[in-house]
Nanobody, 125 residues
């Protein structure tokens, strides 16, 4: 499956963005999906994940209550709604797809088989 992330940009602190991750080549419903981010000089960080049907969602501690992940399998697209953005949210955001998760390891990059190219999110103070 090929993943294409979009929707990044420059926003002021307190603003919102919605990222999209469009899948092609395979049916998105075959994959659990995640969002990760990486800031310069830092390791890739788990942001959020959603199960195959969308029935289960997970969030990193730093984004809980501000970000919402969702998916529309009919449109082969996963979304990340980001509200109350902070300068610390500045990073390249990547979407990723996993055929299977080891139980409880949805936050681990190694669990994901496919990655999109990333979209830059910059939050100004």
């Amino acid at each position: 499956v090929q993943l294409q992330a979009s929707g990044g940009g420059l926003v002021q602190a307190g603003g919102s963005l919605r990222l999209s991750c469009a899948a092609s080549g395979r049916t998105l419903s075959n994959y659990a999906m995640g969002w990760f981010r990486q800031a310069p000089g830092k390791e890739r960080e788990f942001v959020s994940a959603i199960s195959w049907s969308g029935g289960s969602t997970y969030y990193g501690d730093s984004v809980k209550g501000r970000f919402t992940i969702s998916r529309d399998n009919a449109k082969n697209t996963v979304y990340l709604q980001m509200n109350s953005l902070e300068p610390e949210d500045t990073a390249v955001y990547y979407c990723a797809g996993a055929r299977m998760w080891s139980v409880g390891y949805y936050y681990t990059p190694d669990e994901y088989d496919y990655w999109g190219q990333g979209t830059q999110v910059t939050v100004s103070s």
